[in-house]
């Protein structure tokens, strides 16, 4: 069993910048795609980024290109998501997510789940 921990949420305003930390249990994060989803009330989650296991590709949400940035240091277990010049309607409970390769991460198939970090943009 592999447990997600995720951190870095909070409250900033409009325009401004938070970074996401997922740090997994188990030195096994680099056999995972990893991503990052979000979920508002009432709604699906989506999927924000995600990064391949080896080679580093990434895949964004429409939303989110060229403002989000999804990174990991294998050697840290670590996963990041830079979010930058963020908006009121990226509110969210983010989500880390890991899967065994990034089709099944894009479509929801899902091995692990963190426990979900509040992100809140303000006017």
């Known amino acids: 069993q592999v447990q997600l921990v995720e951190s870095g949420g909070g409250l900033v305003q409009d325009g401004g910048s938070l970074r996401l930390s997922c740090a997994a249990s188990?030195?096994?994060?680099?056999?995972?795609?990893m991503g990052w989803y979000r979920q508002t009330p009432g709604k699906e989650r989506d999927l924000v980024a995600g990064?391949?296991?080896?080679?580093?590709?990434?895949k964004y949400g429409d939303s989110v290109k060229g403002r989000f940035t999804i990174s990991r240091e294998n050697g840290k277990d670590t996963v990041y998501l830079q979010m930058n010049n963020l908006k009121p309607n990226d509110t969210a409970v983010y989500y880390c997510?890991?899967?065994?390769?990034?089709?099944?991460?894009?479509?929801?198939?899902?091995?692990?789940w963190g426990q979900g970090t509040q992100v809140t943009v303000s006017t």
């Open positions: 997510a890991a899967a065994m390769n990034m089709e099944r991460l894009t479509t929801g198939v899902i091995a692990y």
């Open positions: 188990k030195r096994t994060l680099s056999t995972y795609a």
């Open positions: 990064i391949t296991r080896s080679d580093g590709d990434t």
